[in-house]
């Protein structure tokens, strides 16, 4: 059973940085792609990044791109999330999520396996 961890987030002030960790186990073979997705009350979760695990090639949401850097550690099995510049509209549980053969990044239904969140607070 592929299990995801994530871990890194917290209260920040806007314009601050955060490094979100994504941690990979329970498949002896690596994942197609990673992505990061998000969610705040009352709103649908949202695309935010994504990582072909072996070409390294990456998709951004519009509201991040330049901000946001995901990455990849294929010894750690480990996705990275760099997040800079910091904006309170990033607030949100942060969720990522694997899949192990070709769909389209910003589809949640890609994914088969998703981690349990982490939190990101950014006060202005």
């Known amino acids: 059973q592929v299990q995801l961890v994530e871990s890194g987030g917290g209260l920040v002030q806007a314009g601050d940085s955060l490094r979100l960790s994504c941690g990979i186990s329970g498949r002896t073979f690596s994942p197609y792609r990673v992505g990061w997705f998000r969610q705040t009350p009352g709103k649908e979760r949202e695309f935010v990044a994504a990582?072909?695990?072996?070409?390294?090639?990456?998709d951004y949401s519009a509201s991040v791109e330049g901000r946001f850097t995901i990455s990849r550690d294929n010894g750690e099995f480990t996705a990275y999330l760099q997040m800079n510049s910091l904006k309170p509209d990033d607030t949100a549980i942060y969720y990522c999520?694997?899949?192990?053969?070709?769909?389209?990044?910003?589809?949640?239904?890609?994914?088969?396996?998703w981690g349990q969140g982490t939190q990101v607070a950014v006060s202005s």
């Open positions: 999520a694997v899949a192990f053969s070709w769909g389209i990044p910003q589809r949640q239904s890609t994914y088969n396996y």
């Open positions: 990582i072909d695990w072996s070409s390294s090639s990456t």
